[in-house]
């Protein structure tokens, strides 16, 4: 895996940029018995149309979506950014049908352009 120069900068998140709870801010809950108990906050999802599709995948029976992520992004932990693209209650429903076609996109915020399969590798 390539270390980006960006990794160096200190992240306002103790997450990896590639994590999908990176700039995520935490709260605490106050406990009846005054027990101080920190969490996430929610992660907004992003609207799958408004995130620029690089390819669509049609579904075989030996995919998965970490197998699918390590395929277009070089790193099966973002099998998160695909679930984002493409509204399904459940991770497994991505691959759960073969024939399926599902939509690759780059994070939000990136805009781009669709690739050709020889552009993918």
């Given at each position: 895996?390539?270390?980006?120069?960006?990794?160096?900068?200190?992240?306002?998140?103790?997450?990896?940029?590639?994590?999908?709870?990176?700039?995520?801010?935490?709260?605490?809950?106050?406990?009846?018995?005054?027990?101080?108990?920190?969490?996430?906050?929610?992660?907004?999802?992003?609207?799958?149309?408004?995130?620029?599709?690089?390819?669509?995948?049609?579904?075989?029976?030996?995919?998965?979506?970490?197998?699918?992520?390590?395929?277009?992004?070089?790193?099966?932990?973002?099998?998160?950014?695909?679930?984002?693209?493409?509204?399904?209650?459940?991770?497994?429903?991505?691959?759960?049908t073969p024939g399926r076609r599902i939509r690759i996109t780059l994070p939000e915020g990136v805009p781009g352009t669709a690739?050709?399969?020889?552009?993918?590798?």
């Amino acid at each position: 895996m390539t270390i980006s120069p960006l990794d160096a900068i200190p992240a306002p998140s103790p997450y990896p940029r590639t994590s999908r709870y990176y700039g995520i801010g935490t709260a605490v809950h106050t406990a009846p018995d005054g027990r101080e108990v920190p969490y996430l906050r929610r992660r907004p999802l992003p609207q799958p149309t408004a995130l620029a599709q690089i390819a669509e995948h049609v579904v075989t029976q030996a995919d998965r979506s970490d197998l699918l992520a390590n395929r277009y992004f070089g790193d099966a932990g973002l099998w998160w950014r695909i679930a984002d693209a493409n509204p399904v209650l459940h991770p497994r429903e991505l691959t759960d049908t073969p024939g399926r076609r599902i939509r690759i996109t780059l994070p939000e915020g990136v805009p781009g352009t669709a690739m050709s399969a020889v552009e993918m590798g």
